[in-house]
């Protein structure tokens, strides 16, 4: 019997998908570079795909193309917690890597809160080997003086600092992954991202961290808990963005 070619392609993704060369959540070659590399069209190559998404091996998202799919990593918005114990909470394993870790001057957002120079570090967080979100988080100078790469490497900055935290104010929005973050991720410059901006203050109400988190949008969801019916019916903090 003669094997239909996109039934051969399917089959070999289907292996490299075992093998872990491509793990959940990881974008795929496209289907252009795919069809080089197995001489094929891109409609074969697009038949095989579909193949394994009906067996729930991959998955598309626009903006993203295919990808191994991937239970969507949730990022609750009940409590002020870090990324690696919300990534413990799921049972997934978290790394951190720390790109950037420097003292420069406060950007227009953040100067006005933390004053005039800061410690910003820059950093990827990993599920399961996978780059998850890329943080920078900015913090007031007087106390990044007394802070180490090594530490902010290690720890959280709410674990590292002598400061009680009073309250956070956090938004969420929608964004594009421009090509510094695309790298970072790993996903397609251009596509979707949640943001999350935060400001964190001490107990006295002094703001001492400001952050921003981004996250691919074809592996991430905020999960909110509502614990009454007035709570459900009328959010707060809902606003139409600038």
């Known amino acids: 019997m003669r094997t239909i070619r996109y039934h051969q392609i399917a089959d070999v993704l289907r292996g490299r998908l075992g093998a ?23 409609v074969t190559i697009r038949k ?5 998404r009906g ?9 993203f193309g295919w990808f191994a799919a991937a239970s969507p990593l949730p990022q609750t918005l009940t409590g002020l917690a870090t990324i690696e114990r919300q990534l413990a909470d799921s049972g997934r394993r978290s790394e951190r890597r720390i790109v950037d870790f ?7 957002h953040v ?32 106390l990044g003086a007394e802070l180490s790469k090594a530490q902010v490497e290690r720890a959280s900055f709410y674990e590292l600092l002598p400061i009680t ?4 104010a956090q938004t969420i929005g929608a964004g594009l992954i421009d ?13 979707a991202a949640l943001v999350v901006k935060r ?5 006295e109400g002094a703001a001492f961290l400001v952050s921003e988190h981004v996250f691919p949008g074809h592996i991430t969801e905020f999960v909110a808990e509502f614990q009454s019916l007035e709570a459900f019916v009328s959010p707060r903090g809902l606003r139409l963005a600038d």
């Open 199 to 203: 400001t964190t203050h001490d107990t």
């Open 102 to 108: 420097q003292f420069v001057a406060a950007p227009d």
């Open 48 to 52: 095989a795909l579909e193949v394994l």
């Open 165 to 168: 935290v009073g309250s956070a």
């Open 179 to 191: 090509p510094a973050d695309s790298e970072l991720l790993e996903v397609p410059t251009a596509s």
């Open 111 to 142: 100067r006005p809160l933390l004053g005039k120079r800061v410690l910003e570090t820059r950093r990827v967080h990993l599920a399961d080997g996978m780059p998850f979100a890329r943080v920078t988080v900015w913090c007031r100078e007087d």
């Open 20 to 42: 872990g060369e491509f793990p959940a959540g990881k974008i795929l070659p496209s289907e252009a570079e795919l069809g080089a590399s197995y001489s094929a069209s891109r």
């Open 55 to 63: 067996e729930g091996l991959v998955a598309a998202r626009q903006g």
